[in-house]
């Protein structure tokens, strides 16, 4: 681990100099503090947290050169292209003024578990909750925990956050990254993902825009999101299930 450290800390240092940046302008860009950057630069082992944040603000996509080894069961769950799919959303819903939380947890006897990223509208009390994959490599697993999570999540973290009445809409969206792998097993089980979600994203689309459902029914859909589209402006951040067939992959390995 601490050979990778010290190699991620060389490609963050290298690229910040080849933008002429000093270590306070990457600092404040990655919103982190000086020790953090310095210590990455100098090879220290850093937070999964604090690489993501450096490689996205300098650019680099953490496909991904900025992978440490894993070298123990501890790192399981280090995933940086995970990390940066829940950056980018809670950047953009924090931006819209929705309460967000990540890695939230729930429990309903023996159903327990984390969902990825919620967003709430206290005053509406309105939910949304995201669940971020990089793929499916155990379809039937991912189809029980969501399912779980879409019964039981919102009752439990109304109780827990002290919404009386409970959540008036529920807004659940399974967000898959535009990758080649993650179409390809969509586009194998494309009717369990449409069973488990069978709505359109307009409930989504209207989260992302920053007008959420005030009512209405409990929504389950799918969209593939690309958490960095790059400088091109028009080109579109998601599309919903109905483009599965049509969507060229944006991402390989």
């Given at each position: 681990?601490?050979?990778?450290?010290?190699?991620?800390?060389?490609?963050?240092?290298?690229?910040?100099?080849?933008?002429?940046?000093?270590?306070?302008?990457?600092?404040?860009?990655?919103?982190?503090?000086?020790?953090?950057?310095?210590?990455?630069?100098?090879?220290?082992?850093?937070?999964?947290?604090?690489?993501?944040?450096?490689?996205?603000?300098?650019?680099?996509?953490?496909?991904?050169?900025?992978?440490?080894?894993?070298?123990?069961?501890?790192?399981?769950?280090?995933?940086?292209?995970?990390?940066?799919?829940?950056?980018?959303?809670?950047?953009?819903?924090?931006?819209?003024?929705?309460?967000?939380?990540?890695?939230?947890?729930?429990?309903?006897?023996?159903?327990?578990?984390?969902?990825?990223?919620?967003?709430?509208?206290?005053?509406?009390?309105?939910?949304?909750?995201?669940?971020?994959?990089?793929?499916?490599?155990?379809?039937?697993?991912?189809?029980?925990?969501?399912?779980?999570?879409?019964?039981?999540?919102?009752?439990?973290?109304?109780?827990?956050?002290?919404?009386?009445?409970?959540?008036?809409?529920?807004?659940?969206?399974?967000?898959?990254?535009?990758?080649?792998?993650?179409?390809?097993?969509?586009?194998?089980?494309?009717?369990?993902?449409?069973?488990?979600?069978?709505?359109?994203?307009?409930?989504?689309?209207?989260?992302?825009?920053?007008?959420?459902?005030?009512?209405?029914?409990?929504?389950?859909?799918?969209?593939?999101?690309?958490?960095?589209?790059?400088?091109?402006?028009?080109?579109?951040?998601?599309?919903?299930?109905d483009q599965l067939r049509s969507a060229g992959p944006r991402y390989r390995g």
């Amino acid at each position: 681990m601490a050979r990778a450290a010290v190699a991620l800390g060389r490609e963050v240092r290298d690229e910040r100099l080849r933008r002429g940046w000093r270590l306070i302008d990457l600092a404040q860009r990655a919103d982190v503090s000086m020790s953090t950057a310095h210590g990455v630069e100098a090879g220290a082992i850093s937070s999964l947290d604090g690489y993501v944040r450096l490689a996205l603000a300098l650019g680099l996509t953490p496909r991904f050169t900025l992978l440490p080894e894993r070298t123990s069961r501890t790192l399981r769950d280090a995933d940086p292209v995970h990390a940066a799919m829940g950056e980018v959303e809670a950047a953009h819903l924090r931006g819209l003024g929705y309460e967000v939380r990540l890695d939230e947890p729930y429990q309903h006897y023996q159903f327990a578990g984390r969902a990825d990223l919620v967003a709430i509208h206290r005053e509406q009390r309105t939910l949304l909750h995201l669940e971020n994959r990089t793929g499916f490599p155990d379809v039937q697993s991912f189809v029980g925990a969501y399912n779980g999570k879409r019964a039981y999540l919102g009752p439990d973290l109304a109780g827990r956050l002290g919404i009386t009445g409970g959540f008036r809409s529920e807004t659940h969206v399974v967000v898959a990254l535009w990758s080649a792998e993650a179409l390809h097993t969509m586009r194998l089980r494309e009717q369990t993902f449409r069973a488990i979600c069978p709505d359109p994203p307009d409930s989504f689309a209207a989260w992302w825009a920053g007008s959420p459902p005030a009512d209405g029914p409990l929504t389950s859909s799918l969209v593939i999101i690309d958490p960095l589209p790059g400088q091109r402006s028009t080109r579109r951040r998601w599309v919903g299930l109905d483009q599965l067939r049509s969507a060229g992959p944006r991402y390989r390995g």
